[in-house]
């Protein structure tokens, strides 16, 4: 006879005293849904939660004479705090971009006391809160630390207590390796291209364009997706820095050995962008557009146009201070002029942090829900250390080891970048303004 799908569930054998959670990079719509359903995951079973605060900051400052403390550095959480978060905005835990890998970019590295003392000062701030697992919600930096806490711990002397770690994929630019989609990313979508939209009408109404760079540091699934959605006239990411588009720079390194990186064909992509104009006037009537660029874009700028713009604990470019959307504005306004003698107004500007903690669509809370209880499963019913929970399909759980998530010389994590060519590449390509026919 087949059990009942309401029976309840059996007993487990819980081996957690304490978990701790906690949200670092970023944000996206959705983190309270992930955040308060992988704890009440926890609490049904009576295992106390703690929020850590503010991403790593406040463990890495962890000492004798300053250690965490509850209120300041860290949350209780209980069904009270818990009580309707799973559809509000914001982070109930904050963020912070706090990287206590930093020093550590080789698995050589792990074996050196002085690079892995941030490491270490945060498994002693876990040890202090007696806590036997964290979950780790963020992007792929995060997704770097939580790795790198598993290896420093597999290198600890035996006997010494081990901590779980489990990761949740987090980033609305959806570029994470062993998962379809992630959390946020269809919220953002959606406001993007409802701002998209508007502007389209805007630019109809004054026969301008409007250039516009959302988020989308690696890969440009955030941008197409806003572009197809919003019915924008253009879309250029990462990806499409190939062929005619890219260039080669040379760079001395920290070390003095002289490297290589690619770089964009400033040139040739605003006279790609003009063209795409040009062709709107002469076939379709049309004096104006909205053009949606990425800004990881702003990574492929030669390195004149990065002077004195500076980097994160993870070694990113302050994207915001570059300010891609009006520098693209002007020199596509410029090569317009150039090219017709008219002028035609191209206003730039970013979109992106107003999507960041905007209401999350019903899609991203479900996923939400599943990422947090998957957190559960994994290390209660999987009793699995160092996986990422992952999400297919009908929202089908699966669990990926770390190891296949990062490269194991860098121990950066592999970033997925939209395949040229693939279906949904074409599909943007198909929609926006043909200017080969």
């Not at 304490?18 to 996206?28: C, K, T």
Request: negative net charge.
């Amino acid at each position: 006879m087949s059990k009942s799908p309401l029976a309840p569930p059996p007993a487990l054998e819980l081996d957690f005293r304490r978990v701790a959670v906690l949200f670092a990079g970023g944000p996206a719509p959705a983190a309270n849904a992930v955040i308060s359903t992988a704890a009440a995951s926890f609490l049904r079973q009576q295992i106390p939660v703690y929020g850590i605060l503010h991403g790593y900051s406040a463990l890495v400052e962890h000492s004798r004479h300053r250690p965490v403390a509850v209120g300041r550095d860290y949350l209780v959480l209980d069904s009270k705090v818990l009580k309707r978060t799973r559809n509000s905005r914001g982070i109930l835990l904050g963020t912070a971009r706090t990287n206590p890998g930093k020093m550590v970019s080789s698995p050589a590295h792990l074996d050196d006391p002085e690079r892995t003392k941030p490491l270490r000062t945060v498994y002693e701030a876990l040890r202090y809160l007696e806590v036997d697992a964290l979950i780790s919600i963020g992007g792929n930096d995060t997704l770097t630390s939580a790795n790198k806490m598993k290896m420093f711990q597999d290198r600890l002397p035996p006997g010494e207590p081990r901590i779980s770690v489990v990761h949740l994929p987090k980033t609305i630019d959806n570029d994470y390796s062993g998962i379809d989609f992630t959390f946020g990313f269809f919220t953002a979508v959606e406001m993007l291209a409802e701002e998209i939209r508007n502007l389209l009408a805007d630019a109809e109404a004054n026969n301008a364009y409007f250039l516009t760079e959302t988020m989308g540091r690696s890969a440009g699934w955030l941008s197409y997706g806003a572009a197809i959605a919003g019915e924008a006239s253009l879309v250029i990411s990462v990806e499409d820095i190939q062929g005619e588009f890219r260039n080669e720079e040379s760079f001395t390194d920290a070390e003095g050995n002289t490297q290589t990186r690619p770089i964009m064909n400033v040139d040739r992509v605003i006279k790609r962008i003009v063209k795409m104009m040009l062709v709107r006037e002469e076939r379709e009537r049309k004096q104006f557009g909205v053009i949606v660029i990425a800004e990881g874009l702003a990574e492929y700028l030669p390195q004149e146009y990065l002077e004195g713009i500076p980097r994160d604990d993870f070694g990113h470019i302050a994207i915001s201070q570059v300010d891609l959307g009006k520098r693209f504005a002007k020199w596509i306004a410029e090569e317009y002029e150039h090219q017709t003698g008219r002028k035609r107004k191209v206003n730039g500007l970013q979109l992106g942090y107003e999507s960041r903690c905007a209401v999350p669509h019903a899609f991203d809370v479900m996923l939400g829900s599943q990422l947090g209880v998957g957190a559960y499963r994994a290390l209660v019913e999987e009793k699995l250390d160092g996986v990422m929970v992952s999400v297919s399909g009908q929202l089908d759980l699966h669990y990926v080891p770390f190891e296949q998530l990062v490269d194991p010389e860098t121990l950066d994590t592999k970033v997925r970048f939209i395949e040229p060519n693939s279906d949904f590449h074409r599909l943007a390509r198909f929609l926006e303004t043909n200017i080969n026919q």
